[in-house]
């Protein structure tokens, strides 16, 4: 069922959330092309796909549309992002394997407890902005809401 996130609790010595569980994927779009022309050299989609591939040993095909979900603003100490977050919903085949540096973990935790202001508090969750925290919990109970229908009803065709 739905309602689940995969987090990866981050090697203690990380560039970013060293020694915390965050995103299973996190990272930054090349900015600048071959040419140094000052263009980026990808999208954020691309820097989706290009993360899934390079943090997890996944070929992004495996786990179906990386879907964008929503951008923010993180400040945190010294460090201010934009961030576009992307979500695989896996269907049914599962998680395939993950190659992941011996430092790190990842596990399955329920999205409310992941996304808590406790969890945040206790000191071993990545930052997050109230608005962060915020859209994550209005899509993952949109996404529940959705499949609880589709579990009773089916799928519904014409309207």
Not at 15 to 26: L, M, N, Y
């Amino acid at each position: 069922r739905t309602g689940a996130l995969l987090l990866r609790k981050w090697a203690p010595d990380a560039a970013k959330h060293p020694g915390r569980w965050g995103p299973t994927c996190h990272g930054e779009p090349r900015c600048y092309g071959a040419g140094g022309d000052g263009h980026a050299a990808e999208l954020s989609a691309q820097a989706a796909e290009r993360l899934v591939r390079d943090q997890l040993g996944v070929d992004p095909a495996q786990l179906g549309e990386l879907e964008h979900w929503f951008s923010c603003q993180s400040r945190d100490g010294n460090c201010r992002e934009l961030v576009d977050v992307y979500v695989a919903c896996l269907e049914g085949g599962g998680l395939p394997p993950l190659y992941l540096s011996p430092k790190e973990e990842v596990d399955w935790v329920y999205f409310v407890e992941a996304m808590s202001e406790k969890a945040t508090e206790v000191g071993t969750m990545f930052h997050m902005e109230v608005e962060y925290r915020s859209a994550m919990l209005r899509r993952m109970r949109a996404g529940i809401v959705r499949e609880d229908v589709l579990h009773a009803f089916g799928e519904v065709s014409g309207l």
